[in-house]
């Protein structure tokens, strides 16, 4: 499902705070990036943030579900999880989640090879 350009700016008001987040466009979503990191993205109408050992728990105490897509008749899982809607109505919550997404995506991008990284030193 395509994401429509009045909730792809709205997005961008409620992440503004979170400071250098851009949005763009990916096959019928939208990735959220934070100096050239994907931390988020907003599938089936809703936004899913990047996790790891370290945050995953807070996304299991709120009842959230990892988002996945279909591979091939398999599901295939890529450490996002579907963020509690009521953040989008709660800026200092989202921006405390937004940021711990953020850092799971420095984790992820440290542990690649100096050439594969995407976020310079």
Not at 45 to 74: N, P
Request: glycine share 10%; aromatic share 12%; hydrophobic share 40%.
């Amino acid at each position: 499902m395509a994401v429509d350009n009045e909730f792809k700016a709205f997005l961008e008001e409620v992440f503004d705070p979170v400071g250098s987040v851009t949005l763009k466009r990916m096959f019928g979503g939208l990735g959220i990036f934070r100096h050239g990191l994907m931390f988020g993205l907003v599938a089936d109408g809703r936004v899913c943030l990047k996790a790891d050992e370290q945050t995953e728990q807070d996304f299991i105490s709120e009842g959230m579900i990892e988002w996945s897509y279909d591979g091939k008749g398999k599901p295939v899982k890529m450490g996002y999880w579907y963020m509690p809607d009521r953040l989008l109505e709660e800026p200092e919550e989202l921006k405390e989640w937004a940021l711990k997404a953020f850092d799971v995506a420095v984790r992820a991008d440290q542990k690649k090879s100096p050439a594969k990284r995407k976020l310079k030193e």
